[in-house]
């Protein structure tokens, strides 16, 4: 039997989403011959579906400090290096417009497909080949090379990088194959879990969440030191919203998250006790029902029947601390499953936060959501994964 050709590359890079795409650009525009592996059927998955299909592809205020690892310097180096403005510039150069929604988030005006076009378009000038619908089975290093066992054949490169992902939406084809790959060239890793997803409770709290499934409120919710002002949204599980995923990168079982469900009203306490001068013949319900959603209003004050002149002071400040200060104990989240991305992934202390490139083992490169580097929700994920593509395409 004839064993099949090595086919020889000097760059490998090993998952077809947003960092990889970047990666696999930018390396051949400096003139190295680049093969990139995708496993599914088509490469940028994750990037069509993002923001309803409008793609928040960065945020104007993507800085170190929006980012979640256990070395919190470790971003800063590629996010300095490759900012929002630069990935709007090769935007430009294609001729897509894009609009700020909120809080920085800009989307594209022509969809997710139009970012995705840009992508391959760049890669396709630059030279490097996007090869699609190929799984890599192993890796092994001899020689100063790479040699990868692949369904299409052996391949052997000088670099190899790891742009595969984490864990969070497997029906979209995510797996641990990052986290193979780094434990087997010995570098450690912080424990993968899910992030930006929401929150489930027991049947205790569902009884007063699962009536209110689709109702939205703004409120601030935090978790230790972490606080967000988004929406909150009841679900038949739970909680969501944007406030709810951005706390839960923070959140660790058995932690009380804290709610605010009225943000616009620094003193709770002191609304409540000048309603019930100014109003005193008002039902609870009426007031809160000018500030948050009907059945939301419904709901909480179902505890506090009557007017508001027959509350004593005392009932008056557990209204203020349902309201304010409304304690919440989440039972679990929605899981990978849910999960926008995955928290954790491979150490950054074993990486190089100039090139990406493992610090023991040469040639070896991890960028985007595999990387102990998790973003705020809001397109700061994205830009991530530009930067650290970018950074580590400037070395391979």
């Given at each position: 039997?004839?064993?099949?050709?090595?086919?020889?590359?000097?760059?490998?890079?090993?998952?077809?989403?947003?960092?990889?795409?970047?990666?696999?650009?930018?390396?051949?525009?400096?003139?190295?011959?680049?093969?990139?592996?995708?496993?599914?059927?088509?490469?940028?998955?994750?990037?069509?579906?993002?923001?309803?299909?409008?793609?928040?592809?960065?945020?104007?205020?993507?800085?170190?400090?929006?980012?979640?690892?256990?070395?919190?310097?470790?971003?800063?180096?590629?996010?300095?290096?490759?900012?929002?403005?630069?990935?709007?510039?090769?935007?430009?150069?294609?001729?897509?417009?894009?609009?700020?929604?909120?809080?920085?988030?800009?989307?594209?005006?022509?969809?997710?497909?139009?970012?995705?076009?840009?992508?391959?378009?760049?890669?396709?000038?630059?030279?490097?080949?996007?090869?699609?619908?190929?799984?890599?089975?192993?890796?092994?290093?001899?020689?100063?090379?790479?040699?990868?066992?692949?369904?299409?054949?052996?391949?052997?490169?000088?670099?190899?990088?790891?742009?595969?992902?984490?864990?969070?939406?497997?029906?979209?084809?995510?797996?641990?194959?990052?986290?193979?790959?780094?434990?087997?060239?010995?570098?450690?890793?912080?424990?993968?879990?899910?992030?930006?997803?929401?929150?489930?409770?027991?049947?205790?709290?569902?009884?007063?969440?699962?009536?209110?499934?689709?109702?939205?409120?703004?409120?601030?919710?935090?978790?230790?030191?972490?606080?967000?002002?988004?929406?909150?949204?009841?679900?038949?599980?739970?909680?969501?919203?944007?406030?709810?995923?951005?706390?839960?990168?923070?959140?660790?079982?058995?932690?009380?998250?804290?709610?605010?469900?009225?943000?616009?009203?620094?003193?709770?306490?002191?609304?409540?006790?000048?309603?019930?001068?100014?109003r005193p013949k008002?039902?609870?319900?009426?007031l809160l029902a000018?500030k948050i959603a009907?059945?939301?209003?419904?709901?909480?004050?179902?505890?506090?029947?009557?007017?508001?002149?027959?509350?004593?002071?005392?009932?008056?400040?557990?209204?203020?601390?349902?309201?304010?200060?409304?304690?919440?104990?989440?039972?679990?989240?929605?899981?990978?499953?849910?999960?926008?991305?995955?928290?954790?992934?491979?150490?950054?202390?074993?990486?190089?936060?100039?090139?990406?490139?493992?610090?023991?083992?040469?040639?070896?490169?991890?960028?985007?959501?595999?990387?102990?580097?998790?973003?705020?929700?809001?397109?700061?994920?994205?830009?991530?994964?530009?930067?650290?593509?970018?950074?580590?395409?400037?070395?391979?």
């Amino acid at each position: 039997m004839v064993e099949a050709a090595i086919e020889m590359q000097d760059v490998v890079v090993v998952g077809g989403g947003a960092a990889g795409l970047m990666c696999a650009a930018t390396a051949a525009a400096r003139g190295r011959k680049v093969l990139l592996l995708e496993h599914n059927k088509r490469p940028g998955a994750k990037i069509l579906i993002s923001g309803g299909g409008r793609c928040n592809f960065t945020n104007q205020d993507a800085v170190a400090a929006a980012y979640l690892s256990e070395n919190r310097h470790f971003a800063k180096s590629a996010l300095s290096r490759y900012t929002p403005w630069d990935f709007m510039d090769l935007l430009a150069r294609h001729g897509v417009t894009w609009h700020e929604k909120t809080l920085g988030q800009l989307f594209c005006d022509q969809g997710a497909g139009r970012i995705l076009e840009v992508l391959l378009a760049e890669c396709r000038h630059a030279g490097a080949e996007v090869r699609s619908g190929v799984a890599v089975k192993g890796v092994t290093f001899e020689g100063g090379r790479y040699l990868l066992a692949t369904s299409a054949g052996p391949m052997s490169a000088e670099a190899l990088v790891i742009a595969s992902g984490g864990l969070s939406i497997p029906k979209m084809g995510a797996t641990g194959f990052a986290y193979d790959v780094a434990r087997q060239f010995g570098l450690a890793l912080v424990e993968p879990e899910p992030a930006l997803v929401p929150f489930t409770f027991t049947d205790r709290d569902l009884a007063f969440m699962k009536p209110l499934a689709g109702v939205a409120a703004d409120s601030v919710v935090a978790c230790g030191k972490a606080s967000f002002r988004e929406a909150l949204l009841f679900t038949h599980r739970g909680l969501s919203g944007p406030a709810i995923l951005q706390i839960s990168s923070y959140w660790h079982a058995g932690e009380v998250v804290t709610i605010n469900l009225l943000p616009d009203e620094g003193d709770v306490l002191g609304w409540l006790k000048h309603c019930r001068d100014t109003r005193p013949k008002a039902a609870l319900k009426t007031l809160l029902a000018e500030k948050i959603a009907t059945r939301l209003a419904d709901a909480i004050a179902e505890s506090w029947p009557g007017i508001m002149a027959s509350f004593s002071n005392k009932t008056l400040e557990a209204i203020a601390a349902r309201l304010g200060a409304w304690e919440v104990v989440p039972a679990g989240t929605e899981g990978f499953a849910k999960a926008e991305v995955t928290r954790g992934g491979v150490d950054t202390e074993g990486l190089s936060s100039k090139t990406m490139e493992a610090k023991a083992q040469p040639g070896l490169y991890f960028i985007g959501e595999c990387v102990d580097v998790t973003g705020w929700l809001g397109g700061y994920n994205f830009q991530w994964a530009w930067a650290s593509g970018w950074a580590a395409g400037q070395y391979v």
